[in-house]
């Protein structure tokens, strides 16, 4: 089975912290992304990636930023964090555009 | 941009009574995939339907993928517990890039 990591479940940060998320998948997968989701709003898709060092940005990219240096590892920063960032952060993987992705278990994110 | 509209957002049913949800999207969709998020956890792939038309079942979950492919179902014979859960459209537009837009979500609650 396919696993994606993601490196912490909580985490509780200040405002105007830079702050990392790290996500990490087993499976030689070409395309990565980050999504938050939020009650009421759903899966809403901040950054993508189809390879080393590729990036897209999604719907909802602002204030936010990625890498992508290795193919098993796409790391979300949140450049300074603010209140509205508060939220649970889902990486997901697929190997190409005919699979479904496969989540991490999420980083649930409180900015104070 | 493409949205894909998701309802119910909430239904809740006894234990061994039916359920459906249903997505659609103003503008057609080259595929379609399908998400369970038990309460807690993170969305778990369920199917992808391609092809105008196509029908899929799994055991007690019967998914539809409509004619014009703007529109799909997911429904589910006879409840059980287990069924609990936020399920999730998620489609694929042709020409963006392969990333999905995902439905906010149906939550489902079974009580016995």
């Known amino acids: 089975d396919v696993k994606v990591t993601q490196s912490s479940r909580y985490l509780v940060k200040r405002t105007g912290e830079k702050v990392f998320l790290e996500c990490v998948q087993d499976m030689d997968h070409e395309n990565m992304f980050w999504y938050r989701q939020d009650p009421g709003l759903g899966l809403r898709l901040i950054y993508f990636s189809y390879d080393v060092k590729m990036k897209e940005k999604g719907d909802i990219p602002e204030g936010y930023s990625v890498s992508r240096e290795k193919k098993e590892r796409f790391s979300l920063i949140l450049e300074s964090a603010s209140t509205n960032q508060t939220s649970m952060y889902l990486c997901?993987?697929?190997?190409?555009?005919?699979?479904?992705?496969?989540f991490g278990s999420g980083t649930r994110l409180t900015v104070v | 941009g493409q949205q894909v509209m998701q309802i119910p957002q909430y239904q809740h049913v006894q234990e061994g009574e039916d359920f459906t949800t249903y997505c659609n999207s103003s503008t057609t969709l080259s595929n379609i995939q399908w998400y369970k998020q038990r309460p807690g956890g993170h969305p778990v792939f369920l199917i992808q339907?391609?092809?105008?038309?196509e029908v899929k079942k799994q055991k007690r979950l019967t998914f539809q993928f409509g004619e014009a492919k703007k529109n799909s179902s997911l429904h589910i014979t006879a409840t059980q517990t287990t069924d609990v859960g936020t399920y999730f459209c998620?489609?694929?537009?042709?020409?963006?890039?392969?990333?999905?837009?995902f439905g906010t979500g149906t939550r489902l609650q079974v009580t016995l």
């Open positions: 339907l391609v092809k105008s038309g």
């Open positions: 998620a489609g694929l537009y042709t020409g963006t890039a392969s990333k999905l837009t």
């Open positions: 997901a993987s697929r190997l190409t555009a005919t699979y479904g992705y496969t």
